[in-house]
């Protein structure tokens, strides 16, 4: 399904108001004194959730809102969004791209390519498999080395980065992945700005440690005129 994330940044200020408008429906938070950057974000997705066209949860790493179209397919691409702040603000919201749908890559262990039947799109979310991620940054009960992950979203406790195609891919989420041992699964957001290339390279990395390298398909989105 199509997908696309808002950044929530800044500083606390009562009175702020973030903004995001799905199409021509806006929705508005107004910041209040105890608040957080995690729980505006919260907040701001919990009113973004109730739009007809997407759903909107936070995500699991930084403070972002992931949107997901609710149709699927080429049926949901291209639906229009934006997130703005009132005038004076310290709070920060950015919108960044729309894009055509999800692709499932496999990552670490192993070398080879990547396994899914088309090409992800410049922009959009991949969602890779990992081992070797390390502890949780707080405790949980269902995560022990050596035991099946029984459930829950955690974090891992060491800063998780990525490149793809040689630029940046933004970590949504990081998660042991429930029902395994040891396997955590990772949603990365790809740079808009990628160019077609059937052998693009993945890695992603922890403090100084990278790891293997994964090549899977990427395709520039086409110009918006093309037909």
């Given at each position: 399904k199509a997908n696309a994330v808002v950044s929530v940044d800044g500083s606390i200020k009562a009175g702020d108001v973030?903004?995001?408008?799905?199409?021509?429906?806006?929705?508005?938070?107004?910041?209040?004194?105890?608040?957080?950057?995690?729980?505006?974000?919260?907040?701001?997705?919990?009113?973004?959730?109730?739009?007809?066209?997407?759903?909107?949860?936070p995500a699991g790493v930084f403070t972002r809102i992931i949107l997901t179209a609710r149709a699927a397919g080429q049926a949901g691409a291209g639906l229009e969004f934006s997130a703005s702040v009132s005038s004076g603000a310290d709070l920060l919201l950015t919108a960044i791209g729309l894009a055509s749908g999800a692709y499932t890559v496999l990552c670490c262990p192993g070398t080879g390519p990547a396994f899914g039947k088309t090409p992800a799109v410049a922009g959009e979310t991949v969602l890779i498999y990992a081992t070797g991620l390390g502890l949780l940054n707080s405790p949980n009960d269902n995560y022990a080395?050596?035991?099946?992950?029984?459930?829950?979203?955690?974090?891992?406790?060491?800063?998780?980065?990525?490149?793809?195609?040689?630029?940046?891919a933004n970590v949504l989420l990081a998660t042991p992945l429930v029902g395994t041992v040891g396997v955590w699964e990772v949603l990365l957001q790809l740079d808009s700005g990628l160019t077609t290339d059937k052998d693009t390279e993945l890695t992603i990395a922890q403090d100084i440690y990278v790891s293997n390298v994964?090549?899977?398909?990427?395709?520039?989105?086409?110009?918006p005129n093309a037909h």
């Open positions: 973030g903004t995001i408008t799905i199409e021509t429906r806006s929705y508005s938070y107004t910041v209040q004194s105890t608040d957080t950057l995690a729980t505006v974000t919260q907040n701001l997705a919990n009113l973004v959730n109730k739009d007809p066209a997407v759903t909107a949860v080395t050596g035991r099946r992950y029984d459930g829950g979203v955690g974090q891992p406790a060491s800063f998780l980065s990525a490149l793809a195609g040689g630029k940046t994964v090549r899977f398909p990427v395709e520039a989105p086409p110009p």
